[in-house]
């Protein structure tokens, strides 16, 4: 879900809301938009919660439970978060060759 701004002089939209599945999480950093992401506690093993830890501590969104979902809006600062650059999935490619041969 994207959040649209009522700012003049503004386009787009300025910040969206996803689950935290990992697939949905990269397409809407790649938005280049401030994001608020909501975990799935109930799964085994919760890889959300992990990703969401891991993308959080390095200043790419912010994350909260379905529990805390209206407060995570309410206090949602997107001030503070770094624009998430993709890496580059040719030299992963290019190393495995390398290394395979």
Sequence with gaps: TLLRANEPGR???CAGVSHAGAGSVFEALGLRRPLL???????MGN?????AEELA??????W????????????????GLTT??????AKLA???DT???
């Design 11 to 13: 386009a787009g939209p």
């Design 37 to 43: 992401v909501v975990v799935n506690e109930t799964l």
């Design 47 to 51: 890889h959300q919660v992990e990703l």
């Design 57 to 62: 501590g390095r200043g790419h969104l912010q």
């Design 64 to 79: 909260c439970t379905p529990a805390d979902l209206k407060h995570a809006l309410v206090a949602f600062e997107p001030k």
């Design 84 to 89: 998430y650059t993709p890496g580059n999935p």
């Design 94 to 96: 290019a190393a495995f």
């Design 99 to 101: 290394l395979l041969g």
